[in-house]
């Protein structure tokens, strides 16, 4: 099985009941994306296996899977029959780590320039994957059509993200071009603006990609990434 997390999709909410619009003109969905000081997951889990065009075919398993409490900052749960259900309050303090480590994260999922918080003096914790006692679980979800000549794709990805203040996390986005005599590549990357609130917080990285090949056999593609505060209903956990 292919992991999801080589696609590049890549974190949670109380409830405020309004949005605002982020750096990156992406709505920040602060009903859902602030999840307060307990974090309490659950779903279908499935597994993936890919078409001979390279699209996905969701399974759902129907397995008992016991959850690493040590890989998990002390978080608990099971799969059951195919379901996760997985629970976790404030991480141990030895889990929190200097806000840098998460600016650091953020700054490698592509081409950003000045990422900073407001203020430095918090401590985080990134839940990436819920590690189990032979695989890992991530959530995320893929929408992909048309072959490798001529198609669109969105992949998407969340990481449930710790704070144990309120902070604000911006970054500006630039753009990456690289081409060829038969073939341009363009990757751009919407500005960030993170508001995250003490507790849990989700943040959601959105790739859109188009891609085509015209009659003379040159081949282009554009990919869009968003990162924002957002908790989307589409999103599937998956064996990684």
């Known amino acids: 099985m292919r992991s999801l997390k080589r696609w590049g999709i890549l974190a949670v909410i109380t409830i405020i009941g309004f949005t605002l619009t982020s750096c990156g003109g992406e709505e920040e969905d602060l009903e859902t994306g602030h999840l307060g000081n307990k974090l309490s997951l659950s779903g279908q889990v499935y597994d993936t296996e890919w078409d001979n065009n390279d699209n996905p ?16 900052a002390g978080g608990n749960g099971s799969v059951k029959n195919g379901k996760l ?8 303090a030895n889990n929190l780590t200097d806000i840098n480590d998460l ?9 950003y320039a000045n990422v900073k918080s407001n203020i430095t003096s918090v401590k985080a914790y990134r839940l990436n994957n819920i590690f189990t006692d032979h695989s890992q679980l991530a ?5 992909k059509k048309g072959n490798e000549q001529n198609g669109s794709s969105i992949y998407e990805d969340v990481t449930y993200v710790y704070v144990n203040k309120d902070v604000k996390i911006t970054a500006k986005g630039d753009k990456e071009v690289n081409e060829d005599d038969d073939w341009k590549y363009t990757d751009n990357f919407k500005d960030i603006c993170l508001s995250l609130k003490k507790g849990w917080n989700v943040i959601y ?13 040159f081949y282009i593609s554009t990919r869009t990434q968003t990162i924002t505060v ?5 999103m599937k956990w998956f064996l990684d």
């Open 57 to 72: 075919i969701f399974i759902k398993i129907n397995a008992n899977i016991s959850i690493d409490p040590e890989g998990n």
């Open 205 to 217: 990285q959105k790739n859109n990609r188009v891609w085509s090949t015209n009659n003379s056999g």
């Open 230 to 234: 957002k908790n989307p209903s589409s």
């Open 85 to 92: 259900s997985f629970n976790i309050g404030t991480p141990a």
């Open 103 to 111: 600016l650091e994260t953020l700054n490698a999922m592509g081409d």
């Open 139 to 143: 959530r995320g979800n893929i929408n």
